[in-house]
């Protein structure tokens, strides 16, 4: 794909235009989009990774700076985001023995929670969104504003409807500015009946140690402590940190968290409209031992916050659509 040959921008709106942007946008002087893939399909194609096909879109951005990288990569299966670099600074954590068979979620980077948030009686933890084909609907297109972005789709299929029986089309799509990524999130019922769903973005940040890491923006919100059987507790703590198992749904959070000390030290911006809630989680030293894709040395190294609409859950009339959305930003 040439610079040159970037089509016009014909996507749908951007939520994310809702969130404030109290920072002034860089200029970003020249763009380049690397097409990786070689089979001419455009933006998607199938690469072999230790004998095991992955279907992955990388996209890239970059910038004046030539050694600068910027880029995130998509595993279509489970529109599961597996790394993002900023200034060739991986931002995400993906286990060692994370698996890629596009039947088990990815453990680490930015899996999609939806239709169920959690253990779920009739289908996977979690819901069946992070290990479903979706679709690359738009692959990746530099817009007017120098951003790139590329949108995915999921529709309900015979493989869905096995498990939840409901018409539904997913939209996701992702923004790639110099420093920030953009998720907006669309969920569309074109069925008769309405739906009720929980929806989540499993954020998985990268940290030197996470017990070194503090969070904003959860003060005074109530949370449901799945360490303690739910009990449900208040916190008063103006930065939380973690030095335990923790695995906590704080309920009506502030719209922006700030992550202290995630890669080099730096702080990480979550902006957040329509996911009311923040789950934080790490699994620690024994829980770790536990869990097969999870390296047992690996959990002071990554953190969990994860934006969602968890609490309760959204419910979806006919032919009406929800929408929401998240800025992550290095700062
Ligand atoms: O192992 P999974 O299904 O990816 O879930 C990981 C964790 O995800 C968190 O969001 C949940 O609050 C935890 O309870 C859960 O253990």
New binding site residues.
């Given amino acids: 794909m040439e610079n040159d040959d970037l089509l016009v921008d014909t996507s749908p709106r951007d939520t994310s235009e809702q969130l404030q942007y109290p920072y002034p946008k860089k200029k970003i002087t020249s763009i380049s989009i690397h097409d990786h893939w070689s089979d001419g399909t455009g933006g998607q194609s199938k690469i072999l990774e230790g004998g095991v096909d992955h279907d992955r879109v990388k996209i890239k951005l970059q910038s004046s700076h030539m050694f600068r990288g910027y880029e995130f990569t998509v595993i279509i299966t489970g529109a599961t985001i597996v790394s993002w670099r900023v200034n060739n600074q991986e931002q995400l954590f993906v286990s060692k023995q994370a698996i890629f068979d596009g039947k088990k979620?990815i453990?680490g980077g930015v899996?999609f929670?939806f239709p169920q948030?959690?253990s779920w009686a009739i289908g996977p933890?979690?819901g069946f969104a992070?290990i479903t084909q979706w679709a690359l609907e738009k692959p990746p297109e530099r817009l007017p504003s120098g951003d790139v972005e590329a949108i995915f789709s999921l529709q309900d299929s015979d493989f869905t409807r096995g498990i939840w029986n409901h018409a539904f089309r997913l939209s996701y799509r992702l923004i790639l500015r110099e420093k920030e990524l953009h998720f907006n999130v669309g969920v569309y019922n074109p069925g008769a009946e309405a739906f009720s769903f929980t929806i989540?973005l499993?954020t998985y940040f990268k940290a030197p140690d996470v017990r070194r890491c503090q969070i904003t923006g959860l003060t005074g919100s109530t949370f449901i402590d799945?360490t303690q059987e739910g009990a449900v507790f208040r916190e008063s703590r103006d930065v939380a940190t973690i030095s335990e198992y923790t695995?906590?749904?704080y309920c009506n959070t502030a719209g922006e968290h700030v992550i202290c000390n995630v890669v080099s030290g730096r702080k990480m911006r979550m902006q957040k409209y329509n996911l009311p809630d923040t789950?934080v989680?790490n699994?620690w030293a024994e829980?770790a031992k536990g869990?097969s894709d999870f390296g047992d040395d690996e959990f002071p190294n990554m953190i969990?916050v994860?934006a969602g609409h968890v609490a309760s859950p959204v419910l979806l009339p006919p032919g009406t659509v929800f929408e929401a959305s998240q800025i992550l930003q290095v700062i």
Avoid: N, S
């Fill in positions: 979620a453990r899996p929670v948030f959690g933890q979690h992070r989540l499993h799945k695995d906590r749904i789950v989680w699994p829980k869990m969990c994860e």
